[in-house]
């Protein structure tokens, strides 16, 4: 357990929870988002919170059997913000009154005036005026539970902020986590001030904490890590090599799908520079083999995913008295199993990592950055000494380039889409544009075009790019090159890569279409 002074949010199952951890982690306070579900008092006494923040959410607290809080919340003598619904409860708990509709539900953007005495809460705001606030509700504050008063009102919210300054309880109607309300880190700034939090969470003491973390649970046994050559798995990689040195091997499957060069890079990384025992299963001609002729994308999955796991754990078997897999479970999937719908992780990575494994090889987990944001493993990366430049790749499917050869894989295919994603990467490099975008790759084309190049006529592949915006991977935007960009690009790739006659730019946004083309 943390030894930092804690934040607890309850959620009651806003869209935009994570988004008050990202703000509070960003201002260095050590925070965990819990389900109301899971909250009982018995909870609160062991998770000594030095202040609580209750989140919003869909449900009104005027329908019988809404989410509440558990009761000592309000007796624990430590500050609460509740937000939206957060607010809500914390009125209708109090004593005062909500009510639904009546044609005062907001949506979007809202302009909060100041009204009454100045709050410590709203340090640095109304200094220009009205301040512009992010609004979500349709039910709202009728009457103001004893004690509080008001200190901001919108038109369709008079009791936008309201305290209880004698108990330091807080309730704003407005969602102050999101970017539409340019001035809610500020006030969640002021509310970790008043909480008496010192931002004791940094990466740095993060770092040596783990390490302690993983000395205790490991001991002198041993531990396999599968490196795929990713952020997280790498990251957890390093950090549990320095904290238990040797006892770490890691296992590098490699399929035969990775990109130009990435697995003689992973290995010299691994391997020479931090002297990482590494096994590098080279089973290429196995994973090539059986997907031999394969041209559905499904049974492609299917058979890439089986062999994974076959050779996994065939090489880690061979690792006597393992007791324990690491995995680079990051805290959004923490969160999502244990969600306030309790439904199952649908993020990205339920598709490919070694899910089942540690049952199926009775190993017991060890999971370092499950506390983590995936900034903050980028942090812990460049603290661990991690290059700049591996920290920051995007991301790339554990079938690798098996879907991004749509239809039938064959060798002759692979190597000519090796080298064209590297111009393609190359160019994007050059231009400075990288960082802007979450993912760009090539993908060659199921098909052969007329061409003429010199005095000759070519028939050769079609070659497809993508380049996409996102925040998660669930939605994502084509990257707006510029045409003289493209234009470049499919020369460059035409001129160095021989076996394509011709690029096409995809410009499908997801949805409807998926980032990657299988
Ligand atoms: P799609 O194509 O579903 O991709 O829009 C969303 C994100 O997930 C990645 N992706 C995968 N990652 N195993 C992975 O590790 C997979 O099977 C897989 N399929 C897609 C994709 O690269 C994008 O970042």
Same mark, same amino acid.
């Given at each position: 357990?943390?030894?930092?002074?804690?934040?607890?949010?309850?959620?009651?199952?806003?869209?935009?929870?994570?988004?008050?951890?990202?703000?509070?982690?960003?201002?260095?306070?050590?925070?965990?988002?819990?389900?109301?579900?899971?909250?009982?008092?018995?909870?609160?006494?062991?998770?000594?919170?030095?202040?609580?923040?209750?989140?919003?959410?869909?449900?009104? *607290? !005027?329908? =019988? @059997?809404?989410?509440?809080?558990?009761?000592? &919340?309000?007796?624990?003598?430590?500050? #609460?913000?509740? $937000?939206?619904?957060?607010?809500?409860?914390?009125?209708?708990?109090?004593?005062?009154?909500?009510?639904?509709?009546?044609?005062?539900?907001?949506?979007?953007?809202?302009?909060?005036?100041?009204?009454?005495?100045?709050?410590?809460?709203?340090?640095?705001?109304?200094?220009?005026?009205?301040?512009?606030?992010?609004?979500?509700?349709?039910?709202?504050?009728?009457?103001?539970?004893?004690?509080?008063?008001?200190?901001?009102?919108?038109?369709?919210?008079?009791?936008?902020?309201?305290?209880?300054?004698?108990?330091?309880?807080?309730?704003?109607?407005?969602?102050?986590?999101?970017?539409?309300?340019?001035?809610?880190?500020?006030?969640?700034?002021?509310? *970790? !001030?008043? =909480? @008496?939090?010192?931002?004791?969470?940094?990466? &740095?003491?993060?770092?040596?904490?783990? #390490?302690?973390? $993983?000395?205790?649970?490991?001991?002198?046994?041993?531990?396999?890590?599968?490196?795929?050559?990713?952020?997280?798995?790498?990251?957890?990689?390093?950090?549990?090599?320095?904290?238990?040195?040797?006892?770490?091997?890691?296992?590098?499957?490699?399929?035969?799908?990775?990109?130009?060069?990435?697995?003689?890079?992973?290995?010299?990384?691994?391997?020479?520079?931090?002297?990482?025992?590494?096994?590098?299963?080279?089973?290429?001609?196995?994973?090539?083999?059986?997907?031999?002729?394969?041209?559905?994308?499904?049974?492609?999955?299917?058979?890439?995913?089986?062999?994974?796991?076959?050779?996994?754990?065939?090489?880690?078997?061979?690792?006597?008295?393992?007791?324990?897999? =690491?995995?680079?479970?990051?805290?959004?999937?923490?969160?999502?199993?244990?969600?306030?719908?309790?439904?199952?992780?649908?993020?990205?990575?339920?598709?490919?990592?070694?899910?089942?494994?540690?049952?199926?090889?009775?190993?017991?987990?060890?999971?370092?950055?499950?506390?983590?944001?995936?900034?903050?493993?980028?942090?812990?990366?460049?603290?661990?000494?991690?290059?700049?430049?591996?920290?920051?790749?995007?991301?790339?499917?554990?079938?690798?380039?098996?879907?991004?050869?749509?239809?039938?894989?064959?060798?002759?295919?692979?190597?000519?889409?090796?080298?064209?994603?590297?111009?393609?990467?190359?160019?994007?490099?050059?231009?400075?544009?990288?960082?802007?975008?979450?993912?760009?790759?090539?993908?060659?084309?199921?098909?052969?075009?007329?061409?003429?190049?010199?005095?000759?006529?070519?028939?050769?592949?079609?070659?497809?790019?993508?380049?996409?915006?996102?925040?998660?991977?669930?939605?994502?935007?084509?990257?707006?090159?510029?045409?003289?960009?493209?234009?470049?690009?499919?020369?460059?790739?035409?001129?160095?890569?021989?076996?394509?006659?011709?690029?096409?730019?995809?410009?499908?946004?997801?949805?409807?279409?998926?980032?990657?083309?299988?």
């Amino acid at each position: 357990m943390s030894t930092h002074d804690r934040l607890l949010i309850i959620d009651f199952g806003s869209q935009v929870t994570q988004l008050i951890a990202r703000r509070l982690r960003e201002l260095n306070v050590y925070c965990e988002i819990h389900p109301y579900q899971n909250v009982d008092d018995a909870f609160l006494t062991s998770f000594a919170p030095k202040a609580i923040i209750f989140s919003g959410g869909p449900d009104s *607290v !005027t329908r =019988a @059997g809404s989410p509440r809080p558990p009761a000592n &919340a309000f007796t624990l003598g430590v500050p #609460i913000l509740g $937000i939206c619904y957060g607010q809500q409860v914390m009125m209708q708990e109090l004593g005062g009154l909500v009510e639904s509709g009546h044609g005062t539900a907001e949506f979007g953007r809202a302009k909060v005036t100041e009204s009454g005495t100045k709050l410590p809460l709203l340090d640095g705001w109304f200094t220009n005026g009205p301040e512009q606030v992010w609004m979500s509700h349709g039910d709202h504050v009728s009457r103001l539970a004893p004690g509080f008063e008001v200190y901001g009102t919108s038109p369709g919210a008079p009791f936008a902020i309201t305290a209880d300054v004698a108990r330091n309880f807080f309730a704003v109607q407005f969602h102050p986590e999101v970017h539409h309300t340019p001035r809610g880190a500020q006030l969640y700034k002021n509310f *970790v !001030t008043l =909480a @008496g939090f010192t931002g004791d969470w940094s990466m &740095a003491s993060y770092r040596e904490e783990a #390490i302690a973390k $993983i000395r205790a649970q490991v001991g002198d046994k041993k531990v396999i890590c599968g490196l795929s050559g990713g952020v997280d798995s790498s990251v957890a990689a390093v950090l549990i090599h320095e904290a238990i040195g040797d006892q770490l091997t890691c296992v590098f499957v490699d399929h035969g799908l990775l990109r130009l060069n990435e697995a003689e890079e992973v290995v010299k990384m691994f391997r020479d520079t931090y002297n990482i025992p590494l096994i590098h299963a080279d089973e290429a001609e196995l994973f090539l083999g059986e997907l031999d002729g394969v041209s559905d994308p499904e049974t492609k999955r299917k058979i890439i995913g089986r062999l994974f796991i076959d050779v996994f754990q065939k090489y880690a078997g061979e690792i006597e008295g393992a007791e324990y897999l =690491a995995q680079g479970t990051l805290y959004p999937d923490v969160i999502e199993s244990v969600s306030f719908s309790g439904g199952p992780s649908v993020t990205i990575k339920s598709h490919h990592n070694v899910g089942g494994l540690p049952e199926k090889m009775g190993l017991k987990l060890v999971e370092p950055l499950r506390e983590l944001f995936k900034d903050e493993v980028r942090a812990l990366g460049r603290e661990l000494g991690l290059p700049a430049s591996f920290i920051s790749r995007h991301p790339f499917p554990g079938p690798g380039l098996a879907i991004r050869c749509p239809g039938e894989i064959t060798r002759e295919k692979l190597d000519i889409l090796r080298k064209a994603d590297a111009v393609y990467l190359d160019q994007i490099r050059k231009h400075g544009l990288y960082d802007d975008i979450w993912q760009a790759f090539a993908a060659i084309l199921p098909m052969r075009t007329v061409g003429v190049m010199g005095d000759g006529r070519t028939y050769d592949y079609a070659l497809g790019l993508r380049a996409v915006t996102s925040v998660d991977g669930m939605t994502a935007d084509y990257y707006p090159f510029t045409h003289d960009f493209l234009g470049e690009t499919a020369t460059r790739i035409i001129n160095e890569v021989r076996g394509i006659n011709r690029v096409f730019y995809d410009c499908t946004s997801k949805p409807p279409g998926t980032i990657e083309l299988e």
